[in-house]
């Protein structure tokens, strides 16, 4: 005999599974320090197999703490916390030894030639002699130092340090790279190198979580991105949704002789969006940068520069926080 259920009774739908590509998965995460400082104060947010996920904020906003959590070098003090399908709490060595780690310092043994620091490196991670050579002559290849095996790291340049670096943390094969700071201290050049490595590896399918002072890398390196202020996240999304949500089409900046910025300031009030005022500059947000200018020259204002150019993350960080993101 089937029987209906009555108007009082209900239903109790399984949860929808996870998505298998999920790899990193936080919910109310925090971080207390002992004397009570909340570094990271119940962020929420969930990483996929094969992205680059960015974390942008000032020194002191929490990005540090919640990297150190991901990898499983820092307990959590609240909230939930899986990485690769474990909890970082109470798993966090399987975790370990499942990830890779570029720290902003190389830390790279100077007394050992190149292919030694990988060599030694491997060996931390219980891989088989063969195997770990094998893996080295690989990571020599993708970091374009065949040619440096041989050669002591103390004679390697700053791009080749850290191309090395980025090796040395791939010698287990992660499934997540963490990234602190990248590319600080190179010049142009060994910048784009390095983010030439980094691509093969999202295109392989290594997911990467990094820290950056640099939009540019932010913008071409991350497919997400999220501004992180007083141990919270602030704003999320790819870097085009956030230069969308938060900011004009354009910015005028202008630079104006010693003394003169605050007047000028005040008349533009009404002319412009909104004004951000630097210790050298104003930035004027708007839609039509040629049309704001007109608009300055209206009032009598004459700045001894002018520079409209598009919006970008820094313009981002500044609206969120009222502070530049090197501040």
């Not at 094998?134 to 290849?141: F, G, N, S, T, V």
């Not at 992180?228 to 949500?245: H, K, Q, S, W, Y």
Request: with cysteine.
């Amino acid at each position: 005999m089937n029987v209906s259920p009555t108007a009082t009774e209900t239903s109790t739908a399984a949860p929808a599974p996870e998505p298998t590509d999920i790899l990193v998965k936080a919910e109310g995460l925090r971080k207390v320090y002992p004397g009570g400082h909340v570094a990271v104060d119940g962020v929420d947010f969930a990483l996929r197999r094969g992205e680059a996920f960015g974390i942008l904020g000032p020194n002191g906003a929490g990005k540090s703490s919640t990297m150190r959590m991901i990898g499983c070098v820092s307990t959590p003090s609240g909230g939930t916390l899986n990485v690769l399908g474990l909890d970082a709490i109470t798993q966090g060595e399987r975790i370990r030894a499942r990830l890779g780690s570029v720290p902003q310092d190389d830390a790279l043994d100077t007394e050992l030639t190149v292919l030694e620091n990988l060599l030694v490196y491997g060996h931390y991670f219980g891989l088989r002699r063969a195997v770990v050579r094998e893996r080295a002559q690989r990571l020599l290849e993708f970091a374009r130092l065949t040619d440096r095996a041989d050669k002591p790291v103390q004679t390697l340049s700053g791009g080749m340090r850290r191309r090395l670096t980025i090796a040395r943390a791939l010698i287990n094969e992660p499934e997540i790279v963490l990234l602190d700071e990248p590319t600080t201290g190179l010049d142009p050049q060994a910048r784009h190198q390095l983010w030439e490595r980094l691509y093969e590896l999202k295109a392989s399918g290594v997911t990467l979580v990094l820290t950056t002072h640099y939009m540019d890398e932010a913008e071409q390196l991350c497919d997400r991105l999220v501004v992180m202020d007083g141990g919270r996240f602030v704003a999320e999304g790819t870097p085009r949704e956030l230069i969308e949500a938060h900011v004009t089409r354009e910015v005028l900046e202008l630079r104006f002789a010693p003394g003169e910025q605050q007047a000028a300031a005040e008349k533009l009030a009404s002319a412009v969006e909104r004004i951000e005022p630097l210790a050298d500059r104003l930035l004027l947000y708007c839609d039509d940068g040629e049309t704001a200018l007109a608009a300055a020259h209206a009032l009598q204002l004459t700045p001894v520069t002018a520079l409209v150019r598009r919006a970008g993350l820094e313009d981002v960080f500044l609206t969120l926080t009222g502070r530049s993101l090197i501040d």
